[in-house]
């Protein structure tokens, strides 16, 4: 099937790599989050406690959100600071030569695949091309933007629950609610992107106060911070891994041939062209996705959890669980806590206004925020023509570049941040802010030329098609090493 998107090549690394060299084969650290910089700075876990604490496992420093980062220096008494799991060696600066074979609709003979040779960009140069003051968020400007959205927030709750009630009619008092749900769901998505923001770093230089940030605005959307900071950060880490990969590791042709409850242990290729099957299943990935992630760690790649568990150990919920390493136990304590919380609150709004009040106020909200959080997670690193790499061909900037921009027009640039629209200079640099993402991805367009994927076009049409037609991946004949999504027939 072609695909609008106008990137049509397939890549394979020629030359191996060396020793001291990044699998991104460029001069800088894997900038996953920003959390491991080369050199020892800033680590996925944040600085312990004071001393006389310091027996006990990392706490995230929340009374201290300007502290700075540690230093890799041993305290007395109390053994070095535990290593970064994730710091790099750095990376050479040579220039990745690949080799890509393209089909063109009516070049050679009977369409005979045709072999070109591209120069892959490592990281450094690509980061080269983009103004430095891209990368320097500001305290001001993004919490100008939690402000802003915590207005609309606030000002929309306040008309639906005081207005809507008063609608005689229950036929327009429904629909009144319903229009409430969904304006709120956009704007309180605004809300969970702002502390992705601090997740990544992105929110500011102080990543004790983007945790603070980050885990208040989440923990009031009931998402759990840390666990999914954990998850989201291994995730930029081996984007378009086949077997490290977080989110959205797509199927195989193997895995076609197992029978699956999904399917009612049926053979799915009978009535997975159905189109009512296949709306019900896409209400269901788009309703209850979320919620399979973060109990079941769905659609992550079989090698991405950190440790043994079954499949009830793989929550991200549970200070045990096999997502996370033993070090990361008492940041998933605190995001349970911080749950607990607001789960309270609302129990306690219940009891004064009642259930039914509080799943209108915030419950739909809530499921609104999550289908367009799956679905724009999805369609960013599902198309057509965005490959897939099994563990020894992989690269991180192979996997950082196979993903997709696309445009959800006002609401994705000014209600959801932009996230929809610069998706690929944000998995190349997650720490670049979001308001300077735009002029970053228009830097890097000239160095990355057709390895940078961008589809315009309806977004909600574009998760229809692709849902039905991007089912799973096969081996690329041409291109060893390399994952193509199989053809509808």
Not at 63 to 77: I, M, N, V
Not at 128 to 133: F, N, Q, V, Y
Not at 143 to 152: C, E, G, K, Q, T
Not at 177 to 206: P, R
Request: aromatic share 14%; net charge positive.
């Amino acid at each position: 099937m072609q695909g609008p998107c106008q990137f049509r090549t397939r890549v394979k690394k020629k030359n191996g790599r060396k020793n001291g060299q990044s699998l991104a084969g460029g001069p800088l650290v894997v900038p996953c989050c920003g959390f491991a910089r080369a050199g020892g700075g800033r680590s996925l876990i944040p600085p312990p406690l004071p001393l006389f604490l310091a027996r006990f496992p990392p706490f995230p420093p929340l009374l201290f959100p300007f502290s700075s980062p540690p230093s890799p220096l041993r305290l007395r008494g109390f053994g070095s600071l535990p290593p970064d799991p994730y710091n790099q060696p750095k990376m050479a600066t040579a220039i990745t030569t690949t080799e890509t074979r393209s089909r063109k609709a009516n070049g050679g003979a009977n369409g005979v695949l045709k072999t070109k040779v591209v120069e892959y960009p490592d990281i450094q140069t690509i980061r080269d091309a983009i103004p430095a003051h891209c990368f320097e968020p500001t305290i001001l400007h993004s919490m100008a933007y939690v402000f802003r959205d915590l207005i609309m927030a606030g000002a929309l709750g306040w008309a639906a629950f005081t207005y809507i009630p008063q609608i005689n009619d229950s036929i327009v008092r429904g629909l009144a609610w319903a229009l409430y749900g969904y304006l709120q769901g956009l704007v309180l998505t605004g809300v969970w992107i702002l502390a992705h923001e601090a997740g990544h770093g992105a929110f500011s230089k102080h990543q004790n106060f983007n945790d603070v940030v980050g885990w208040v605005l989440h923990s009031a959307l009931m998402v759990p911070y840390f666990s999914w900071k954990f998850s989201h950060h291994r995730h930029h880490r081996f984007t378009g891994h086949m077997e490290k990969d977080m989110a959205f590791v797509p199927a195989t042709k193997e895995d076609r041939q197992k029978r699956r409850l999904a399917d009612l242990y049926l053979d799915r290729e009978l009535f997975e062209d159905v189109p009512l099957v296949q709306l019900v299943k896409l209400i269901f990935h788009q309703l209850a996705g979320w919620q399979m992630y973060l109990l079941f760690n769905a659609t992550a790649g079989p090698a991405s959890k950190q440790r043994e568990g079954g499949w009830l150990r793989v929550s991200h919920f549970e200070p045990t669980s096999a997502v996370f390493r033993p070090s990361e136990a008492v940041y998933i304590f605190i995001t349970d806590v911080g749950l607990a919380i607001v789960g309270y609150c609302l129990y306690l709004a219940s009891t004064m206004v009642g259930w039914k009040m509080v799943f209108l106020m915030y419950g739909q909200a809530y499921f609104w925020v999550h289908h367009w959080l799956v679905a724009i997670t999805y369609l960013h690193h599902t198309h057509p023509d965005v490959p897939h790499f099994d563990a020894e061909n992989w690269t991180f900037v192979k996997g950082a570049l196979a993903t997709v921009d696309r445009d959800f027009g006002f609401v994705g640039r000014h209600l959801f941040h932009g996230i929809i629209d610069t998706h690929v200079v944000h998995h190349l640099f997650p720490r670049i802010p979001f308001y300077k993402a735009e002029e970053a991805t228009e830097a890097i367009k000239p160095v990355v030329g057709d390895l940078y994927h961008q589809e315009k076009g309806s977004f909600l049409g574009s998760l229809w098609k692709t849902f039905t037609t991007c089912k799973y991946v096969e081996a690329d004949p041409t291109v060893p090493g390399t994952l193509k999504w199989a053809e509808s027939k």
